[in-house]
């Protein structure tokens, strides 16, 4: 025996298949996989079940709505922020392109090797060249390994001698 339960025609039908005979005659009923057939108080359990149901769907998604709205909102700010760090470096860069080259050098022998690096990197490459020949041997070396891309920024040469190319 099947049920089968179904809206058809906006009414709740609800089918009873009674299925093979066996070689000998018998009658055989194919297992239920949804049980006996529900009495009312079953169906009414049913219907506040399936209720049950549909409001935790609703809030599952109004949930989701909400959380994917704060992810965008995240990534909006995170990408403001991005924005507004190179803004902040690139303004950084123009004020030491216009210093003199031994004013700026002295500074860059003072700063991280990151911040060096980023302002060097994003300087014109004739005005850099300037600052650089005043900056300390040791910090223009380390400065000149990580922009070619030699030194790994754990301070670990790629070389395994530890000896520049």
């Known amino acids: 025996m099947k049920i089968c339960r179904g809206v058809f025609g906006g009414v709740r ?30 169906s009414d359990a049913g219907k506040g079940e399936e209720t049950r149901l549909l ?6 998604e109004a949930e989701i709505q909400k959380n994917q709205a704060l992810v ?34 002295s500074q860059v022998n003072m700063m991280s090797d990151d911040l060096a690096l980023l ?15 005043y900056v300390d041997p040791k910090v223009a070396i ?6 070619s891309g030699l030194k790994s920024k754990s301070g670990a040469s790629k070389n395994s001698t530890g000896a520049l190319p």
């Open 119 to 133: 302002l060097i990197a994003g300087m014109n490459p004739r005005k850099a060249s300037r600052i650089m020949q």
């Open 72 to 105: 965008d909102q995240i990534k909006k700010d995170r990408e403001f922020e991005k924005k507004l760090k190179t803004a902040k470096i690139r303004n950084l860069t123009t004020i030491y392109e216009k210093m003199a080259p031994r004013t700026a050098a």
């Open 142 to 147: 380390r400065i000149s390994l990580e922009l």
């Open 13 to 42: 039908v609800l089918t009873i298949l009674v299925l093979c005979f066996s070689m000998s005659g018998r009658l055989l009923a194919a297992p239920s996989a949804q049980g006996p057939a529900p009495t009312s108080s079953s």
């Open 55 to 60: 409001e935790m769907r609703q809030d599952l």
